[in-house]
């Protein structure tokens, strides 16, 4: 069965636009999320994973996936440390990468 893929786009709450609100423990969310992403990607989930560098409420982050079904979709984005942890808001797409450099 072929893999379905599926972005979500990730928004740092609002009081997190600043950096002089962050602590060690959103410090530490944000580290684990790079390393659940990096994990992802060596496993073959991830294809892709980065964000926007301005620090405003246009900002953004996305992650590009692949798994089996939407439910596998939407608790992959769910429990990703960020996500889980409340320091970010996701929104989840059904997705198809067209073109991919090699």
């Keep these: 069965m072929e893999k379905l893929q599926f972005l979500y786009q990730l928004?740092?709450?609002p009081s997190l636009l600043s950096e002089e609100n962050w602590t060690d423990s959103e410090n530490d969310i944000v580290a684990r999320h790079f390393e659940a992403l990096k994990k992802a990607e060596q496993e073959g989930t991830v294809i892709l994973a980065?964000?926007?560098?301005n620090m405003d409420s246009d900002g953004?982050?996305?992650?590009?996936?692949?798994?089996d079904s939407e439910e596998e979709a939407q608790l992959f984005m769910e429990t990703d440390p960020a996500?889980?942890?409340?320091?970010?808001t996701a929104t989840l797409f059904p997705y198809r990468v067209a073109l991919i450099r090699s």
Aim: avoid cysteine; glycine fraction near 14%; hydrophobic fraction near 55%.
């Design 11 to 13: 928004k740092l709450i």
């Design 50 to 53: 980065g964000r926007t560098l």
């Design 60 to 67: 953004f982050g996305i992650v590009i996936f692949e798994v």
């Design 83 to 88: 996500v889980k942890e409340g320091i970010m």
